[in-house]
């Protein structure tokens, strides 16, 4: 906490409704927002957690530079069944995996018509500066001035976006040359 105290629980960050949920009573909950502003950091293992722009974040790097993970997820809907076979989204009806109300998440199970996409936001603060990339491209314009060893790493190690283990490897390389 923000004044010092620990407090210890079983806790999980949920990447679709992006709040860190614990269960107390046989009930899964959520932390509020009120909760959020007294944490300082959670730690999931290995893993620290911390609030950046109100969202649990995940603090991937901290040295002169900082990185930080915003995971998050969709469920998409497959479709339903059209004429001939296909699918369409559009003539799907609109469903929910949880509800949230009163700080709690009330589980509903997400059918097999739902894919579930993970993806995340990364947020890199240097010299004070916080700005967030949302892709490849994004991330090349904050090493503009480096972009020909930008290029050439991305290139040598075939460098993907959803591997956030090459996403790490290249801004320790760039802060470093």
Same mark, same amino acid.
């Given at each position: 906490? =923000?004044? $010092?105290?620990?407090? =210890?629980?079983?806790?999980?960050?949920?990447?679709?409704?992006?709040?860190?949920?614990?269960?107390?009573?046989?009930?899964?909950?959520?932390?509020?927002?009120? +909760?959020?502003?007294?944490?300082?950091?959670?730690?999931? =293992? !290995?893993?620290?957690?911390?609030?950046?722009?109100?969202?649990?974040?995940?603090?991937?790097?901290?040295?002169? #530079? !900082? *990185?930080?993970? &915003?995971?998050?997820?969709?469920?998409?809907?497959?479709?339903? &069944?059209?004429?001939?076979?296909?699918?369409?989204?559009?003539?799907?009806?609109?469903?929910? $995996?949880?509800?949230?109300?009163? $700080?709690? @998440?009330?589980?509903?199970?997400?059918?097999? !018509?739902? +894919?579930?996409?993970?993806?995340?936001?990364?947020?890199?603060?240097?010299?004070?500066? *916080?700005?967030?990339?949302?892709?490849?491209?994004?991330?090349?314009?904050?090493?503009?001035?480096?972009?020909?060893?930008?290029?050439?790493?991305?290139?040598?190690?075939? @460098?993907?976006?959803?591997?956030?283990?090459?996403?790490?490897?290249?801004?320790? #390389?760039?802060? @470093?040359?």
């Amino acid at each position: 906490m =923000k004044n $010092g105290k620990e407090n =210890k629980a079983l806790l999980n960050y949920n990447s679709l409704t992006e709040e860190m949920i614990f269960k107390d009573r046989g009930k899964t909950l959520a932390l509020g927002s009120t +909760e959020i502003q007294l944490i300082d950091t959670i730690f999931i =293992k !290995d893993r620290r957690f911390c609030t950046l722009n109100n969202a649990i974040v995940e603090l991937i790097i901290q040295s002169n #530079y !900082d *990185l930080f993970a &915003e995971n998050k997820c969709k469920a998409l809907n497959k479709g339903q &069944e059209t004429a001939y076979g296909g699918k369409s989204q559009t003539a799907a009806t609109s469903s929910y $995996g949880s509800i949230n109300s009163g $700080g709690s @998440v009330y589980n509903l199970n997400i059918s097999e !018509d739902y +894919e579930l996409k993970p993806y995340t936001h990364y947020w890199l603060r240097k010299n004070g500066n *916080l700005k967030k990339f949302t892709s490849i491209r994004q991330l090349k314009k904050l090493y503009n001035d480096k972009k020909d060893l930008f290029k050439a790493y991305v290139k040598k190690n075939d @460098v993907k976006f959803d591997n956030q283990e090459s996403i790490v490897l290249l801004i320790e #390389y760039l802060e @470093v040359h």
